[in-house]
T-cell receptor, first 113, second 116 residues
Framework: NAGVTQTPKFQVLKTGQSMTLQCAQDMNHNSMYWYRQDPGMGLRLIYYSASEGTTDKGEVPNGYNVSRLNKREFSLRLESAAPSQTSVYFC????????????FGQGTRLTVV | AQSVTQLGSHVSVSEGALVLLRCNYSSSVPPYLFWYVQYPNQGLQLLLKYTSAATLVKGINGFEAEFKKSETSFHLTKPSAHMSDAAEYFCAVSERFSGGYNKLIFGAGTRLAVHP
């Protein structure tokens, strides 16, 4: 039972490079989320997808784009990485309705130099 | 907008001592509240959640939390700390969107250290 799987686990980018973070869930959840975690700030929502085919901005969407490829997969793209995007990124999914428990991936630790 | 405040970014206790991690929330409607734990280099794992049933909620690993509406608090406790409880703990409130889905608003987190 894999749950939420993120790749890669670690990445170092140079300023201006692009990359895509991949996320897949096998729990048949409708909703998927991308968060970033920075020291002393908790987790902040970047983008979310309430269902297949829809995406919406969260609190901190600037510099990011997302794609909900199908019900299982939700990717996060950095078009031109900046040092301010150095962070730990988490993908999560839940059942959308009511007080659903969100399940998190293991995280991607991204450093932009 | 809903928000969560966790008092104390770092808490240190002795093994066997009481653990108390504080969380206050703001919400204009009855909230759903959560505590998550994050062990080093791992994702977040649900400890417990409040969904308007019992005000005292029991979770995994001996943790519990009490919802107090008058104090807008949802503090996390454990009677006796274990070395394995050392981790970062996040309180979260669920903000409801139109369309029936939810977004988790997280506090800044509290790092718990347990010493012998």
């Amino acid at each position: 039972n894999a749950g939420v799987t993120q790749t890669p686990k670690f990445q170092v980018l140079k300023t201006g490079q692009s990359m895509t973070l991949q996320c897949a869930q096998d729990m048949n959840h409708n909703s998927m989320y991308w968060y970033r975690q920075d020291p002393g700030m908790g987790l902040r929502l970047i983008y979310y997808s309430a269902s297949e085919g829809t995406t919406d901005k969260g609190e901190v969407p600037n510099g990011y784009n997302v794609s909900r490829l199908n019900k299982r997969e939700f990717s996060l793209r950095l078009e031109s990485a900046a040092p301010s995007q150095t962070s730990v990124y988490f993908c999560a999914s839940d059942d959308r309705q009511g007080p659903a428990e969100a399940f998190f991936g293991q995280g991607t630790r991204l450093t932009v130099v | 907008a809903q928000s969560v405040t966790q008092l104390g970014s770092h808490v240190s206790v002795s093994e066997g001592a009481l653990v108390l991690l504080r969380c206050n929330y703001s919400s204009s409607v009855p909230p759903y509240l959560f505590w998550y734990v994050q062990y080093p280099n791992q994702g977040l794992q649900l400890l417990l959640k409040y969904t308007s049933a019992a005000t005292l909620v029991k979770g995994i690993n001996g943790f519990e939390a009490e919802f107090k509406k008058s104090e807008t608090s949802f503090h996390l406790t454990k009677p006796s700390a274990h070395m394995s409880d050392a981790a970062e703990y996040f309180c979260a409130v669920s903000e409801r969107f139109s369309g029936g889905y939810n977004k988790l608003i997280f506090g800044a987190g509290t790092r718990l250290a347990v010493h012998p």
